[in-house]
């Protein structure tokens, strides 16, 4: 028996809009964000599933991305856990600075660095890299996601860029310099069905990652 995991990542936020470093920070969805949750929910309503739980961060963005999707497909009071392993990574000192600005004061390539790069975290104490989000996102992934889509279950994630990123990066076998050059989209369901000893037997995407950032 094997189960299927739908990860989507929230809509856009306010601080998107505003081209903002958010990690940790705590803004909320944006009209287009609600729209573009909406749009995610309608997708997996026409494809016919119905979940058994959903798991998301404790960040509103995305617990209003799941709420939103679970109110659309008519399961508004599904079990949903709420866990800050799956926040987005901690930008640290970047964390409510302006994208230009931040390019301005350190330059485009050491930005870049810091935005793209796998094992190289933004300053400040409590700065994540990927691999850093991916060292609380993976054993939380096996430990309490992972046995659930292993008995059958249909499971939901609803989280943000990078902690999905990371969870794709071991689902689809990517090394970590693929993984830094994928982008996912906002509000757009990824559908995993597992094999029994965990690898992927089909993935799914219920539209378009064309736009993804």
């Not at 470093?21 to 573009?36: H, K, N, S, V």
């Not at 209003?64 to 856990?81: A, N, S, V, W």
């Not at 660095?113 to 939380?140: C, H, I, N, Q």
Request: one cysteine or more.
């Amino acid at each position: 028996m094997s189960g299927t995991m739908v990860l989507v990542r929230h809509g856009q936020s306010e601080w998107n809009k505003l081209n903002l470093f958010t990690g940790w920070r705590d803004p909320g969805l944006t009209e287009l964000g609600i729209e573009e949750a909406e749009e995610g929910a309608k997708a997996l309503k026409d494809y016919g599933i119905k979940f058994d739980i959903a798991f998301t961060s404790v960040l509103k963005r995305a617990e209003k991305t799941c709420q939103i999707i679970l109110d659309i497909i008519g399961q508004p009071d599904l079990e949903t856990i709420h866990d800050q392993a799956l926040n987005e990574r901690n930008y640290g000192d970047l964390a409510g600075l302006n994208k230009d600005d931040a390019r301005a004061k350190w330059g485009e390539d050491q930005v870049h660095v810091w935005r793209r790069s796998y094992d190289v975290p933004p300053p400040g104490d409590d700065g994540e890299s990927l691999k850093d989000t991916g060292a609380r996102v993976w054993p939380y992934y096996m430990m309490e996601i992972l046995p659930r889509v292993l008995r059958g279950e249909k499971v939901l994630v609803a989280a943000h860029g990078n902690s999905l990123r990371a969870l794709v990066m071991i689902l689809d076998r990517m090394t970590s310099d693929e993984i830094t050059r994928l982008n996912l989209a906002t509000g757009v369901p990824m559908v995993y069905k597992l094999n029994p000893d965990s690898t992927v037997a089909s993935k799914e995407i219920l539209g378009d990652m064309s736009g993804a950032h």
